[in-house]
């Protein structure tokens, strides 16, 4: 039975065991592939510790699927099965199998920016490649130790989407790997940990106390009362690593780089179809920016892409020009009314092509919902009770979800034309824009001691050093004999 296990030291989990059955779906090349897909795709390019893959990310989720569904089963009286344990587990191991080159940056950019190209919408995302590819890896296992009926491959492709419609299994099951109903699930467990771990952060959210004080009724996942200030911690993470990681505009520019690379180099390429194709797709990881930068200098084909990739690796970068909120009673504003061709209209020199508009939709991973209010918790005596945000803390969020949109350039000449231009229309729409952000600025400093003119040109001496990578706050207020007062946006 030992021989049968293998056992994997984690930097986040300790030591992870998986029986024979799970290591039969993990050494084989469609799971071995996510080696080679960044979990947090351009963030590498940003920040150097986020140099983790799809790969232990899966892996992590997977053995927080088997621990909670093991630690439900200790329950009297709840429905288990060991089908349905290793059905779990597979599931949060297979999830994102799916995921093309640097991650979300293809489904999320590649895929709808080659809709418009091709002028048809492409409907896909990287849930159904893994259901793709967990037909294609189970196919490929002779024989698996582990019999799968059709009904169990239907089940774990509904685990994989959160649909607990298209399954007559226990549906508390499906509050595991990704949860529809309130979005706590150890997908979440595992990336939040894993994330700020590389980067480098701190996180004050605890899912191993979340999973222990976890308890089954009215067929689903409910916590221990006590544990609502815990979950409320977890959306607050999720929420800090979209702000100021994720999405960080600089990483932004890069994932719009990497989208135009790929989607000028579609005609060799032809990804709208390879995603539909098992034996192709295997071959689609991060390499292929390699494999366009080093492809035949005479290949006219991919010669864009080329000067694209070669602009990222020279950090010649899109320039982020700047951004404001949409304030959330101002349903009017869109993407009908603020886009690329009405920031060139309002311009002189301007096409659409120099100008990206960047709409994010920020939140607590239910849209304008507080996904809490959705979490059923319990007392000593498992009396199902909801709590209300007044009832644990006047400080909750009274809102949440923010809009952002964010203005970039492609071309670093035309920053100051295009944020003029983006002036006139914020003021045509009554919107503020960011008064933090001035044209050509390569860091974020605001409120700077004025006093002395000799002390400002020596600091933005040193910020043009800096280049594109921002200085945090020791390294203005330590700069040169004289100290510098400022706040920093980190």
Sequence with gaps: MFQEEKLINDPIHGYMTFEKWAVEFIDTNEFQR????????????????????????????????????????????????????????????????????????????????????????????????????????????????????????????????????????SPYLFDIVSNSRNSIDVDKFDYLARDCYYIGRKSLFDSSRLMKFSYVKDDQIMYYHKECVNIYEMFHARYFLHKRIYNHRVTRAINFMIRDALVKANSKYHFEQIIYDPEKYIKLNDSILYEIEYSDPNCKELEDSRNIVKRIRQRKLYKFVNECLIPKDRKGITKGNLNEREIANCGKDLVEEDIIVDWQDLNYAKGEKNPVESVKFYKKNFKVIKLKPDEISYLFPKQYEEKIVRIY??????????????????????????????????????????????????????????????????????????????????
């Design 409 to 490: 350039s492609r071309y670093p000449e035309k920053i100051d034309l295009i944020h003029e231009a983006f002036q006139k229309l914020a003021k045509r729409l009554d919107l503020t824009i960011n008064k933090g952000f001035l044209p050509g600025e390569k860091v974020d400093i605001l409120d700077i001691d004025q006093n002395d003119s000799d002390q400002d040109s020596q600091l933005f001496d040193a910020v043009e050093n800096f280049g594109d990578n921002q200085i945090n706050a020791n390294s203005v207020e330590n700069f040169g004999d004289n100290q510098i007062k400022s706040n920093v946006v980190q």
């Design 34 to 169: 996510l080696r080679d897909i960044k979990q947090l795709g351009a963030s590498y390019y940003v920040f150097p510790g986020a140099c983790h893959n799809r790969f232990e990310h899966s892996l992590g989720t997977a053995h927080l699927a088997y621990t909670l569904t093991k630690k439900l089963y200790e329950q009297k009286g709840i429905s288990k099965q060991d089908k349905d344990l290793e059905c779990v587990t597979l599931a949060a191991l297979c999830h994102d199998l799916g995921h093309g080159p640097f991650s979300h940056v293809f489904d999320n950019e590649v895929i709808p920016q080659l809709g418009k190209v091709l002028n048809h919408e492409i409907k896909w995302k990287h849930e159904n490649g893994s259901e793709m590819m967990l037909d294609h890896l189970y196919e490929s296992l002779e024989p698996p130790s582990i019999d799968l009926t059709t009904d169990d491959l239907k089940f774990i492709k509904a685990l994989i989407r959160g649909d607990r419609t298209e399954s007559e299994r």
